[in-house]
């Protein structure tokens, strides 16, 4: 949600247009046009990271400052461990679900292009790397709300 909050600023949408090609991109910021330049090159996609990671960092940060005294803060983080930025946090949780369930929640979200879908899992770490690499994990196949208050259950005993 904050980066789609970012996208939506219109200061952020007049830097994307001069970081990225002209040709590539026109003279209107356009999510969708992004999306395809940066899941069809690494170097565009690396440069939007480059330009994003660190309002992404800042946004994390003021959003833990602002919630200092809450017992439980939650973030979430769709490349959490690609982007290196579980050092962030305290604990991390993988949510998952099985890949048939996954392409078909993508595909209700609307405007599903398979091609852009593979590229974005193919950027991804495997869901099992994840699962391994975070503290806690979800199966959003099965309930949900227990297995979050199982984790809050296990952070208070910590």
């Known amino acids: 949600e904050y980066v789609k909050q ?11 247009l001069c970081i990225f090609d002209k040709k590539l991109f026109g003279k209107i910021f356009d999510k969708k046009k992004l999306s395809e330049i940066i899941y069809n090159d690494d170097t565009q996609r690396k440069k939007l990271e480059q330009y994003i990671h660190p309002k992404v960092r800042k946004g994390i940060n003021d959003f833990k400052n602002n919630n200092i005294k809450e017992p439980f803060i939650f973030i979430e983080v769709p490349l959490l461990f690609e982007t290196g930025f579980d050092v962030y ?20 979200r609307g405007d599903f292009n398979l091609k ?5 899992k193919n950027i991804q770490l495997p869901q099992e790397e994840k699962k391994n690499l975070a503290n806690f994990q979800i199966n959003t196949d099965l ?3 227990f297995q979050i ?3 809050i259950y296990k952070v ?3």
């Not at 946090?89 to 078909?104: G, L, Q």
Request: charged share 35%; hydrophobic share 30%; proline share 2%.
């Open 116 to 120: 852009i879908y593979n590229k974005i």
């Open 6 to 16: 970012l996208y939506l600023d219109p200061n952020i949408q007049q830097e994307l």
């Open 143 to 145: 309930d949900v709300e």
């Open 89 to 108: 946090f305290d604990y991390s949780i993988c949510v998952y679900c099985n890949e048939e369930s996954r392409k078909t929640r993508a595909q209700k």
């Open 156 to 158: 208070k005993l910590a």
């Open 149 to 151: 208050k199982e984790i």
